[in-house]
């Protein structure tokens, strides 16, 4: 039978805005489903931080004890389904298992069950903007930008959940003097510049040189072998994917301490893309692929514009295309990778109906997405 459950997904932000947690939605038509979709996920599972399983608008039953529920995941209970005999019912089952529960949509004066630990609280922040009374961490969400965000630590939230932090940015400036060196360095790897001149503006940032070293050298990149010097990392990877490789050296390289949620997010986009789009363009159309997403919240990353950006780094047609004009061959795909990012899957579900492609397909390239992402900041 084909399943019809699409996994969209947002970050869990403590009050630094650094990652507390992956928040799962499953969107799907009856729990059964829903069930079958996330064992078939195992083997993708994110494990670098605790992740919130939403079941979406359904009621939870025991039929969630047909999970077999992964040790770092915390199951969302809505308050409002604590009147449901079957949500009554699951929480025991749930607790005599070891799962760990979260409590969502919380509001003052609910009746809770006795003799269950809610890890964590969900609330609404634009109907209860201070947490008053809650029984575990409490965890703003509907929160509209970073302004928003600040308030609600203010008032007391441990943190939040949500995209509030890609709106609300400081306005653009020029590039600084460490991202226009990355660049510099991307522009004469993409252009397959002498080696000795490559090492040459690598020398003049000694930093610079260790954080590629150590990315080239992470798990996420499954090398056989540790890279020792620029260029061994040549001669064994070659000019494309060290292209790749400083791409996500210039994602990663804002300093402001709220930055993680906003890189995990960008990099998630680009693996994303990339594996979606393996079923249509070849391995070089695959890298830009990745580039096209992970730079789609580079002008955000770096404070300055995404024209000014692309003028300095002379990328594909393709790529430029999408990031500035949502146009090209390559605009579905970033739609897409944006539409993971919902509450609500319906456009997800027709942005995969476009390009016939599976919630199979999606949940599986969704998962390894999160999973790469979060290696990167290990």
């Known amino acids: 039978m084909s399943q019809t459950t699409f996994i969209t997904r947002e970050p869990v932000v403590n009050k630094n805005r650094a990652i507390t947690a992956n928040r799962l939605i499953a969107n799907g038509p009856n729990i059964g489903e829903v069930v079958d979709t996330l064992n078939g996920l195992q083997e993708f599972w994110p494990t670098h931080h605790p992740v919130f399983v939403s079941l979406g608008r359904l009621v939870p039953t025991p039929a969630v004890m047909d999970w077999a529920v992964p040790p770092n995941t915390l199951i969302e209970i809505p308050a409002q389904a604590l009147a449901h005999p079957q949500t009554l019912a699951l929480l025991p089952q749930l607790q005599a298992a070891g799962v760990s529960v979260c409590l969502t949509w919380f509001t003052q004066g609910i009746a809770l069950p006795p003799g269950i630990d809610w890890r964590f609280v969900l609330m609404d922040a634009r109907k209860h ?88 050298n992470s798990a996420g990149f499954g090398l056989m072998c540790e890279i020792q010097s620029f260029r061994h990392a040549v001669s064994i990877l070659g000019y494309s994917n060290l292209n790749k490789w400083l791409s996500l050296l210039l994602v990663t390289a804002s300093r402001d301490p709220g930055a993680p949620a906003m890189m995990q997010t960008a990099i998630a986009r680009g693996r994303l893309m990339e594996e979606i789009g393996s079923g249509f363009f070849d391995k070089s159309e695959r890298d830009n692929l990745f580039i096209t997403g992970a730079f789609s919240l580079l002008h955000l990353l770096l404070g300055t514009s995404m024209q000014t950006l692309l003028e300095e780094m002379h990328l594909p047609a393709s790529v430029s295309d999408a990031l500035l004009y949502d146009q090209g061959d390559f605009a579905p795909f970033l739609a897409l990778a944006k539409h993971c990012e919902n509450f609500d899957c319906a456009k997800l579900a027709n942005a995969a109906a476009e390009l016939h492609l599976s919630s199979e397909q999606i949940n599986r390239a969704q998962l390894i997405a999160l999973g790469f992402a979060d290696s990167m900041q290990a």
């Not at 630590?153 to 949500?162: P, R």
């Not at 509030?164 to 510099?184: C, D, M, S, Y």
């Open 129 to 216: 903007p201070a947490p008053v009374g809650a029984p575990g961490l409490s965890m703003a969400w509907g929160l509209k930008d970073i302004a928003a965000f600040r308030q609600a630590v203010g008032a007391g939230y441990d943190g939040a959940s949500g995209w509030f932090f890609l709106q609300g940015n400081a306005p653009a400036k020029e590039l600084t003097p460490g991202h226009a060196q990355i660049v510099r360095l991307l522009n004469l790897v993409r252009n397959n510049g002498e080696i000795r001149d490559i090492e040459a503006v690598l020398k003049q940032d000694v930093a610079l040189s260790y954080k590629l070293l150590r990315y080239i």
